[in-house]
């Protein structure tokens, strides 16, 4: 039922005051005379490694992971983990190779990238494409499941958690990327927290409930002996969810697209990292890595145990909608609403912390990129500092009350998360193939850029609606293969139109990326870190292939 006893309201609001007084007090303790564009959007200078770390784990971890990602191991299993556990593999990749360029040529946003590389109208172009789909998609899915998951274990309705979460994520974001970034750091503790102590009840009750009393290895087991086809990393053609998680592609296919594009080329992640110094930014993303190989055990098992405790009768209500249709994505506020009182309240807080602190990161580089690559760009040119500050201010708030109106419409959804993965990887190829030849290959140009940016979307449209409107005689691809496809064309499209000219004019020879090798030698210590994350990488997919 939900229904929250008095030590739930004491949790949650310890919670709510811990984040709002550190806030107001970093807010106050590092606050310069004048704040500029860049100390506001990026926190220049001050975040330290964990801060970045952490930042990179709460604007990513959210409410799309304990409901969603919680809805898709109950519906399909473990498989749904190698979105974070190659994850880890890929941020080792974009610390090494990715993020020096970035620091090197002194990017500040994802637009500006393309600007310098390749021209105004390309960088413009990907802007208006990147804050569609962070208002439209990201916002709006988070705010959605976010009061769906509040709604379903407090005593308050769906209308007034949406209202709640936009505004208490506009208060956390007005603070600018300091804020954010410091605050961040005790949200993860708090959602880490919530997320084991929801994960310990759902094996307890499993273990309990085949008669071995409260004990988590023997609800592994349970797990092991009663969902063992939950329990495969790879899947092959014969499973019934192939065309979500196909086979060997969520490791180099179209989920090393994902990713890469996600952890490299997004400015609400990469953003945590660009004020820093190329050290401190590389240690940050190390033990956010580290904090992915977690992510898992928080936000999978518990929907696996929910499935395996179903399929044995129970729960049997609480997982069907209205209509009497099975909707996974009920598993985790269910196991939500068994927690006692007190503990209850941690995993609300814990749940508000990722929703709250997700909101904040992408609210923030909407208002980055609007401000710094639309605003300054084509509005006001000569616009000061402060008057940067103040629109990208004005944008928080107009983008999550637009969030906020949009995020009911998505009620209809069956798995929220394979929702936002595929719809996002329309846009993710493309990204990926014009940033990859836009840093390595010199002889890229702006036109084969124009043509990327242009292309992307239409082509995975194209490849997605083509069987049905072809009636089948077309192959139907799942969605991770349609992205590797859609990857490989836009490069091939890109090195032949840059190839079909070969001698670079002035002009296109000013937008070339400074590249030194000697920016991706990295420290003995990122070797050490990165050598155990994949050896973890290699005995999880070996035990669970």
Known sequence: MNVLQTADYIVFFIYFVIVTAYGMYIYRSKKTAATSSNEYFLAEGSLTWWAIGASLIASNISAEHFIGMSGSGFAIGLAIASYEWMSAAT?????????????????????????????????????????????????????????????????V???????????????????????????????????????????????????DQFGFGKDILKGLAVIADQAPDHLHMILDESNPHYNELPGM???????????????????????RALGADLKTARKGILFAAF????????????????????????????????????????????????????????????????????????????????????YKKYFNSQASEKKLVRTGRWCVVVCMIIAAFVAPALKSLDQAYQFIQEYVGFFSPGVLAIFLLGMFW?????????????????IAA????????????????????????VFFIIVFLMVGI?????????????HAIEVDNAMFKVSSEFIVGSFIICGILVALYTVFW
């Open 442 to 458: 010199k002889k890229t140009t702006p036109t084969a850029g124009l043509a990327g940016a242009l292309l992307t979307v239409p």
């Open 462 to 485: 194209v490849l997605k609606f083509l069987p049905m409107w072809t009636e089948g005689a077309f192959p139907d691809y799942p969605f991770l293969d349609r992205m590797t496809i």
């Open 157 to 207: 309705s769906f209308q007034f958690c949406v209202i709640g979460l936009s505004l208490f994520s506009v208060i956390v974001t007005l603070g600018g990327m300091k804020v954010i970034g410091y605050t961040d750091m005790f949200q993860v503790i708090v959602l880490i927290l919530g997320g084991l102590v929801t994960t310990y009840l759902a094996l307890t009750l499993l273990s």
């Open 91 to 155: 941020l080792i990749i974009v610390a090494m190779f990715i993020l020096p360029i970035y620091l090197k040529n002194r990017i500040f946003t994802m637009p500006q990238f393309l600007a310098k590389r390749y021209s105004g109208t390309v960088s413009t172009i990907m802007a208006i494409i990147w804050l569609l789909i962070y208002v439209f998609v990201n916002l709006t899915s988070i705010i959605y499941l976010g009061a769906l998951a509040i709604s379903s274990i407090a005593p």
């Open 291 to 374: 904090l992915k190989l977690l992510v898992p055990i928080i936000a999978v098992l518990p929907g696996i145990a929910m499935f395996v405790m179903h399929q044995n009768g129970t729960f049997q209500q609480e997982m069907v909608d209205a209509t009497g249709v099975l909707k996974p994505d009920h598993a985790y506020p269910t196991l939500m609403n068994l927690l006692p009182a007190g503990l209850k309240g941690v995993a609300l807080a814990a749940l508000t912390a990722a929703i709250v602190a997700s909101l904040a990161g992408k609210a923030n580089s909407i208002s980055t990129i609007f401000s710094l690559d639309i």
């Open 498 to 510: 840059s190839l079909a000219k070969p001698v670079l004019d002035e002009e296109e020879k000013n």
């Open 249 to 271: 592609s969520v490791l180099v296919g179209g989920m090393l697209i994902n990713n890469l594009a996600y952890w490299g080329c997004n400015q609400y992640i990469v953003q």
